[in-house]
Nanobody, 122 residues
Framework: QLQASGGGLVQAGGSLRLSCAASGRTFSDYAMAWFRQAPGKEREFVSAIRRSFTYYAESVKGRFTTSRDNAKNTLYLQMNSLNVEDTAVYYC???????????????????WGQGTQVTVSS
């Protein structure tokens, strides 16, 4: 029900925009988020949007922007100034009734996309 796309290979300093298309239900009242998992590391929080509020990991703040288009039932992640540490598989997720203090936690999210690979070369 969540389909992530937009990943690819980019040079350091470049940009990519990820999309997460939702289907099967309307996610406008869901919190939606991006997580990522680098090789050999645990999945980590990247960004989320809940109602009109956005949340970012410190490592991406100022470089990444998350947004959503409820009419298209789609979540976006604009990634600028990419560096090699951003290389990972990026997953989108959606969850309902997630309180702000839990927005960075994976467990409350009910729906997950399949992931899209982002590779940043030096």
């Amino acid at each position: 029900q969540l389909q992530a796309s937009g990943g690819g290979l980019v040079q350091a300093g470049g940009s990519l925009r990820l999309s997460c298309a939702a289907s099967g239900r309307t996610f406008s009242d869901y919190a939606m988020a991006w997580f990522r998992q680098a090789p050999g590391k645990e999945r980590e929080f990247v960004s989320a949007i809940r109602r009109s509020f956005t949340y970012y990991a410190e490592s991406v703040k100022g470089r990444f922007t998350t947004s959503r288009d409820n009419a298209k039932n789609t979540l976006y992640l604009q990634m600028n100034s990419l560096n090699v540490e951003d290389t990972a598989v990026y997953y989108c997720a959606a969850g309902r009734n997630i309180i702000a203090s839990m927005i960075r936690v994976q467990r409350p999210y009910d729906y997950w996309g399949q992931g899209t690979q982002v590779t940043v070369s030096s």
